[in-house]
Nanobody, 125 residues
Framework: QVQLVESGGGLVQAGDSLRLSCAASGRTFSSYAMGWFRQAPGKEREFVAA????????YYANSVKGRFTISRGNAKNTVYLQMNSLKPEDTAVYYC??????????????????WGQGTQVTVSS
C-alpha cells in the first residue's frame, strides 16, 4: 500500500506557472506508475498526465499537452506536475494517483489503485 500527499496548489493568474508535488510513502515507489487527474466543480474527474514506473514514458491529455510536464524522482519518492501558461479552465482540484505493478501506464481513473486527497488550483483571468 502507498500513501500519497499532494502539495503546491494555490491561486494564480492566467499565464502563470505552478509546480505540484506528490509525496509517496509505503511500498517501493518505483513499483508504481503515477498519474495526475483533476476535477472541476460540477464536472467529472479527468485524466491530466501519467508517467511510467521508470519515468521513461509520459502521457498527456490534449488539453494540457505542451503546457504541463510530469516527472518523477524515484530517489525522493515524489512525482511532479509542472504547469505553465495556466488558463482559467485549468481551475480544479488536482489529484495524484498510483497504479500498482502495471506493465502499461494507465490513463483512466479505473487504472489506479491509490489516490491522494487533492490540492486546489485556481487560475484567475
Amino acid at each position: 500500500q502507498v500513501q500519497l500527499v499532494e502539495s503546491g496548489g494555490g491561486l494564480v493568474q492566467a499565464g502563470d506557472s505552478l509546480r505540484l508535488s506528490c509525496a509517496a510513502s509505503g511500498r517501493t515507489f518505483s513499483s508504481y506508475a503515477m498519474g495526475w487527474f483533476r476535477q472541476a466543480p460540477g464536472k467529472e474527474r479527468e485524466f491530466v498526465a501519467a508517467i511510467s514506473r521508470s519515468g521513461e514514458r509520459t502521457y498527456y491529455a490534449n488539453s494540457v499537452k505542451g503546457r504541463f510536464t510530469i516527472s518523477r524522482g524515484n530517489a525522493k519518492n515524489t512525482v511532479y506536475l509542472q504547469m505553465n501558461s495556466l488558463k482559467p479552465e485549468d481551475t480544479a482540484v488536482y489529484y495524484c494517483a498510483a497504479a500498482d505493478q502495471r506493465t502499461l501506464t494507465p490513463r483512466t481513473i479505473g487504472g489506479y489503485d491509490y489516490w491522494g486527497q487533492g490540492t486546489q488550483v485556481t487560475v484567475s483571468s
